[in-house]
């Protein structure tokens, strides 16, 4: 296949479009990311996610600039559940990175969701493994909002950067999306505003109330502006990727990563199966006819096409 | 069962018992849905949601009084993605509705999360469905936020209302979490503060953008504290209902809604078989450590367990 040989050449332009072929799916999906798979498992893969507003876009790129002054080679994902309405609501935050745009030693690409916000998280997954297999040393996932595609998007992440601004209430938005227990890093932005001293107390309260592990989340000030405080954020990071390692936390989150895809890969290609198995033999129209007649319940027809595939000699 | 002789005879703890069962899960839960499952599919359920402090809440509260005055038995959900870290959150929410406590014909409950997310909309469905066998004639769903999860929620009824508050940018926040497209009908709360007109109007150019449908979401200004505009609203909800029957869609997409119920039944049993049976012959283990080692990529793992499994003669 020439585009993994472009790929693993450095080609960027066919990084560009290996994750077009994600975003699209289909076979040809399947063989790139079948190919590149052994090279992946490399990269430190990092979630930033916050509120809209709450300078995450200029917090990544000055993050950027330390990543790079550090040596890393960085991938950038720019996760957007838009709605077809819009379209290309990221393209702001893309002119905003241009200041990285001609190095070569940093890619940034906006992730939208094409219809289907199931489909984002997994894309986004796929994306990932394409940039490590490129060789990106780090790959920073941005996020807007705090939704559950975004909650599926942290857990294909190593480190995830909660990003709280002073005022707008953020701490309990954040509480209540869910998003405070998967925090591994705060980053409270804007520390240059009123307040930001007290949202970092509240943060650390909030710390105290929770279960305490292993890993206490440390609480970053930065100013994503100026770039103060993203030295802090960096060494922050390179902490939390340390204990990962030392822990083995970092080993036994990715072979539960892996073993969930296989899985999933698995119950995709059955269900697909089940359903054209079953329709060929007018089987699951019968069934959901005498369920909506309310003849039989949901579990009894369930139960019918299960002994159906059992009394198989081949259910495929 | 009792509990089903009990429900089904307008025991109201027996409901609140029920409803408890399907949030915790287990075998009794197959059991009791199973027994109900021949009298669902008369209530009419209405998804309310919305930003945080878009009065949601209140909003519900009047409503509930409207459709009682126009001779309906009500059930309603508060469906809040609440973190661990808080746990009910929907308490002042229930307490202000209190108003309704005493009207036996009005039963309301907050669902909470317990841990998982994806489990929420399953319970949602399943509570739905006891408050239908019950015999309420409208079931109100309020979530809080508009993440994931509520979309997966707003999937389960069939007429979503999006509340919509003047100022805050409201009108882009929902665009993006992709709530714009499942709104059937949008209520601009807060109608007496500045700006509603205005917000109205960028609804209005909002679906003007859009694909135009046979069904155009109307517009509907309320004041939930005062109770204003709330008849209009149960005008435009009584329209929707009608549109709905006299289109055909409501049976379409409730067969539909049926439909994925008996797969997701299937696809999970099939899920928990697969597991089991390669448990036991660590084939799943063997498999995912030459994952793991980048020997085999994981479309080729998935492709050895298929296998195995098609090769058996039975594989239940």
Redesign the interface.
Known sequence: MDLVFELLNGNTRALARAISLVENGGVEK?AL??SI?????KAMVVGITGS?GAGKSSLVDKLIGELRANGASVGVLAV???????GG?LLGDRIRMQEHVLDKDVFIRSMG?RGS??GLARATREAIKILDAFGKDVILVET?????????VMHTVDTTVVVLTPGAGDVV?T???????IADIFAVNKADMEGADRLAVEIEN?LD??QSGPWRPPVVKTVSLTGQGVGDLYQALTKHWAYLRESGLLEKK??QR??G???D???E???QE??SRLENKGM?DE??AR??S?EI??????DR??SE???A????
């Open positions: 399947e990311l079948g798979f052994h090279l992946t498992g809209p957007d559940p838009t709605s077809p309405f819009t609501a969701t916000l199931g807007v909002g705090v939704g559950q595609s975004e909650l599926d938005q509480m209540k999306a869910g998003i405070m227990e909030m109330l929770g990715r072979e892996l073993r895809e296989v899985f890969l698995v119950v290609e059955l269900r089940i359903d699951m069934l959901l369920v909506i309310r319940n949901p579990y009894v027809a369930a096409i299960l595939l059992r009394g000699r081949k259910y495929g």
